[in-house]
Structures are given as C-alpha cells and as structure tokens.
C-alpha cells in the first residue's frame, strides 16, 4: 500500500477530506522523524514503538579488493511493533 492509497482509503472511512488527510499523515510523519532524531522514543500504543538503536563501530573486509572497511559506531531508526499488533499479523497472514 502506498501513502496515496492510504490517505484515500481514511477519507473514504472517515469522511475527511483528502486533504486534510495528507497534512495530517505527513505532520504525523515529520514529528516521529523528529523526535527518533533527537534520541527520543515514539510510543503509539496497540501500534508499536519507534527509536532511534545504537549500531557498534565495525570492521568488514572487502573480498574482490582485499582491503578492510571501517564503518563507525551510528544510530538507526527501529520500529518495534506491539503485542497486539503482531498478534494480528501473526493471525491474518498465516
């Protein structure tokens, strides 16, 4: 599903327009990405938890030109999903 699919698919629910569905979205995602920026969590509940997950500093090696490839420690976003919500998923696509 796409965002456009989305947004068209709460106005048909709801009844708002699409408009005001696509501002709502995006300030929805524009706020999450904010605040997992600045190391803080976002916790929707019966939806899940988004934050930002330290990645240790690692040391690879590149076969074809035989040479090692530092990669520093950095953070990542992660989306952990709830109970609830895996439970769902675990139930519907099985």
Request: charged share 30%; hydrophobic share 40%.
């Amino acid at each position: 599903m796409t965002k456009l699919e989305l947004i068209k698919e709460i106005s048909k629910k709801t009844g708002i327009e699409k408009v005001i569905v696509d501002a709502t979205i995006e300030a929805l995602m524009e706020n999450i990405k904010e605040h997992v920026a600045k190391n803080e969590a976002v916790n929707l509940r019966g939806f899940g938890n988004f934050y930002a997950k330290k990645r240790a500093a690692k040391v690879t090696r590149n076969i074809s030109k035989n040479i090692a490839m530092h990669f520093p420690a950095r953070y990542v976003p992660v989306f952990r999903p709830a109970p609830r919500f895996k439970e769902k998923v675990k139930k519907t696509v099985s």
